[in-house]
């Protein structure tokens, strides 16, 4: 399975549970599995992403066109099948063009077109002001789910080596981590 992310991702991943500070794995899991050919992301939400100048912009400039992927031809009639769709009266004007004008439509069509995907934190929603990602997914046939759910089916694990609360290092408990204090580690299946 292949997945494109959301800038929600990044930002509440940054803002929250895998800060750069203090969870590393979490970024350098993403790094392999993009080394992998599993995690992606799309050059719109580069540009979300380094709008702010903090250390999320700074780490997502370091990331290239394989990583945040460009606009292809592939992706024109899923552009085309997804206005229809944003279009057809479910939604209120105001939302089919602010949808239109962002990220989150491009994403769609990319995983729609290239059959990724979509990762996000979004949840669907039965409204009409906010065309949500998850609902354009849904009525696209697109593969939506959050992020936990992916680290889940990926069998993602950030374990920390050293000392613990319940006793010993890692490698005391019989695990195979390090010893030394904070080095976090991953599982690549």
């Given at each position: 399975m292949q997945y494109l992310l959301d800038?929600?991702?990044f930002i509440q991943a940054k803002n929250l549970h895998y800060s750069f500070d203090f969870c590393?794995?979490?970024w350098d899991w993403i790094d392999r599995s993009h080394d992998r050919g599993i995690v992606?992301?799309?050059?719109?939400v580069r540009s979300e992403l380094v709008a702010i100048e903090d250390e999320l912009a700074n780490w997502a400039k370091r990331r290239g066109d394989d990583f945040f992927l460009p606009p292809d031809d592939a992706i024109l009639p899923s552009l085309a099948v997804i206005s229809a769709w944003a279009s057809s009266g479910k939604y209120e004007p105001a939302a089919v063009s602010t949808f239109l004008q962002v990220a989150d439509y491009y994403l769609v069509a990319h995983a729609h077109a290239?059959?990724?995907t979509v990762v996000t934190h979004e949840v669907a929603a039965e409204i009409v002001k906010k065309i949500k990602i998850p609902n354009a997914c849904i009525g696209l046939s697109v593969t939506v789910m959050s992020p936990y759910e992916m680290l889940r089916i990926e069998k993602a694990r950030f374990v920390l080596g050293g000392p613990a609360a319940s006793g010993g290092s890692a490698q005391q408990r019989g695990g195979s981590g390090p010893t030394s204090?904070?080095?976090?580690?991953?599982?690549?299946?």
């Open positions: 800038s929600d991702v590393p794995a979490f992606f992301s799309i050059e719109k290239h059959a990724f204090g904070q080095e976090a580690l991953w599982n690549d299946p």
